[in-house]
């Protein structure tokens, strides 16, 4: 475990010099989906294949822009499976984004998750790892990830990050939504997962939802790379995860590789308050 982390790191601070000098016109390919590729989409991906291949633990590699799992070493122990750019579509707009990894033991799968971590490239690079809490780290000017401190989720926060098209939820997701809102929650709401569950964890609690709604009864958040690794932070931080109805988004099992999910992220208030009202 402690050799994959040192490649994750390596790739992270690959991509994070990438990003300073991006090239953020479009590819003509779609990925499997649906979403237009960016070249830095591209980029990144290839950076992670590249370093994690050399690591010898690691039996195969699952990334949001290849079709199939690319397989390693047979008798490893160690499946990655990565977002190796969320919320690209904000690079052009220079928005904080992120990569996201989730460390399966032997098995993709919710149940044999054994760590989950994330990058964020924000006016500074920062690091979550989590095996059995989630740690910040933060690149210093000797070029080291620091240990910042542990993230912590309070009982309920005040944060209400709520994405999918509005008009195509559903009227108890609406109600849900703006119960929030009536209580005093405020909109943080970015368009990359990762820096607006990074935004709820560094203060303290709130919720992140993406529902199914009328055009993606599914959800569009993916369940290997997205939705899996940021259940397991958000539970180790002492909070909750849902699909709306179950009492742990890690409850679930996909075969499918790219299989998408509904999917909420809070403190123990909100959650335990999302369970009790229609959905
Ligand atoms: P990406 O991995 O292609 O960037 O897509 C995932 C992103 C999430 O980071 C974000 O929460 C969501 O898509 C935003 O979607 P929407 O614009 O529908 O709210
Ligand atoms: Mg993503």
Known sequence: MTQLLEHIKEAVLQISKELKFPDTS????QNKTGDTQLKLDVKSDQIITEILSKCPSLKALISEEKEEALELNANAKFIVAYDPL?????????????SIFAIYEQKASAKALKAAVYSIYGPRLELVICEDLPRLYRLNSQNEFEFIKELRLENKGKLNSTGGTQKNWSKEHKAFIQSLFDEGYRLRYSGAMVSDLHQI?????????YPATSDAPRGK???FFEVFPFAYIFEKAGGKSSNGENLSLLELEFDEIHATTPCFFGSNYEISKLLKADQ
Do not use: P, T, W
């Not at 479009?26 to 390919?29: A, K």
């Not at 919320?87 to 992120?98: E, I, M, P, Q, R």
């Open 201 to 209: 964890l560094c203060k303290g609690g709130g919720l992140f939802s």
């Open 26 to 29: 479009y590819l003509s390919g």
């Open 221 to 223: 958040l993916r369940a």
């Open 86 to 98: 969320d919320g690209s579509s904000l690079v052009d707009v220079n928005f904080a984004v992120g």
